[in-house]
């Protein structure tokens, strides 16, 4: 019988190799933030086809709107990161 503990250290074990393949298909990154269609399920194993540089996210809204809209933040580094986003009115 697979206990919770096994199973943790499994899952651990799978994206410690998930974030090694990102390392290779993306030589010198540490992150990626990228696009996907936030209607489609997403693999635990999904890298993107391709990156461009980013240097900030945009997402305006109109006066009593709503908006809906979605991107993927894949950490493919050896070290936890702690993210701050932060709303500008």
């Known amino acids: 019988?697979?206990?919770?503990?096994?199973?943790?250290e499994f899952n651990s074990e799978l994206s410690g190799l998930n974030a090694k393949f990102g390392?290779?298909?993306f030589p010198?990154?540490?992150s990626l933030v990228w696009?996907?269609?936030h209607w489609l399920d997403l693999?635990?194993?999904?890298f993107p086809s391709d990156i461009q540089e980013l240097k900030e996210i945009n997402i305006t809204m109109g006066n009593d709107e709503y908006e809906s809209t979605?991107?993927?933040i894949t950490n493919i580094d050896?070290?936890?990161k702690c993210l701050i986003f932060q709303s500008q009115t």
Request: glycine share 12%; proline share 0%.
């Open 1 to 8: 019988m697979v206990d919770e503990e096994q199973i943790k």
């Open 23 to 25: 390392r290779i298909k």
């Open 28 to 30: 010198g990154k540490k």
């Open 35 to 37: 696009y996907k269609n």
């Open 43 to 46: 693999g635990i194993r999904e």
């Open 70 to 72: 979605g991107f993927v």
């Open 78 to 80: 050896t070290q936890e």
